[in-house]
């Protein structure tokens, strides 16, 4: 078995051999960025030199509704494929974190205006401390749900397996070591999903070659992507 680092250093051997030095250095500082598990993407762009931009975490596509915080750590994380239209539907849910206090993450499909107005108001008042993020189609593949729970370490409450929401138990939610939200991405970290993330990664990538899922080889590129 060759170790890795002979293998680092025959890929910079090669380098050297067919590209400028310049270029060569951008690539090396690149791997000593990412690491073993890290993930490189190299993109076009309309500047008239090389940048290098390291990002942490796992990065989604969202819209996010209600945004109590820019940046949260510890926070409870619930993902739902469907719609969340009224409060009735989040009622032990909303009980349960105006008691604790606890910051909740709440990802879904769609939320309702009321459910929305509700949130915000009580956020306002220091009563909730919850972020209401929508992942649906017109911003993200419709597997990104699952993308996510994988990284958050839970499950997808799906009406389509028959769940509801009110049937789980808040104090069981996933914690997630860090957040970091803005208006239209989602920054996740979380060092307990890391072996997940990666067979999670390793099944996409297979997933290409062996055609085993009915999707596009652009799609799962992306989804390897935020991962």
């Given amino acids: 078995e060759i170790s890795t680092l002979i293998s680092y250093n025959e890929i910079f051997s090669l380098l050297k051999e067919r590209f400028d030095e310049h270029l060569v250095k951008i690539v090396q500082t690149a791997f000593e960025h990412a690491g073993l598990l890290g993930k490189i993407f190299v993109c076009d762009g309309s500047s008239d030199r090389y940048v290098l931009e390291v990002i942490s975490g796992m990065i989604f596509n969202c819209e996010t509704k209600v945004l109590n915080k820019k940046s949260c750590q510890n926070s409870a994380v ?16 909303l009980e349960y974190f105006s008691m604790t206090k606890q910051p909740l993450l709440i990802l879904a499909r769609r939320f309702g205006d009321e459910l929305i107005s509700t949130i ?23 597997n990104s749900l699952i993308d996510v729970s994988v990284v958050c370490g839970c499950d997808v409450v799906s009406a389509l397996k028959g769940e ?22 989602l920054n996740v ?39």
């Avoid at 915000?120 to 017109?138: F, P, R």
């Avoid at 509801?164 to 991405?185: G, N, Q, R």
């Avoid at 099944?203 to 070659?209: F, P, R």
């Fill in 164 to 185: 509801l929401i009110s049937s789980k138990d808040p104090s069981t939610f996933s914690i997630v070591d860090s957040i970091i939200i803005a208006p239209s991405t």
């Fill in 78 to 93: 619930l993902v739902v494929d469907g719609a969340i239209e009224r409060v009735s539907e989040l009622y032990n849910v």
């Fill in 120 to 142: 915000s108001l009580n956020n306002a008042k220091k009563k909730l401390d919850i972020t209401l993020v929508a992942m649906d189609e017109t911003h993200a593949d419709v």
């Fill in 189 to 227: 970290n979380n060092a307990k999903t890391t072996k997940s993330v990666e067979q999670h990664v390793k099944y996409l990538s297979e997933s290409i070659s062996h055609q085993s899922i009915s999707y596009s080889e652009d799609i799962i590129n992306k989804r390897i992507k935020s991962l």
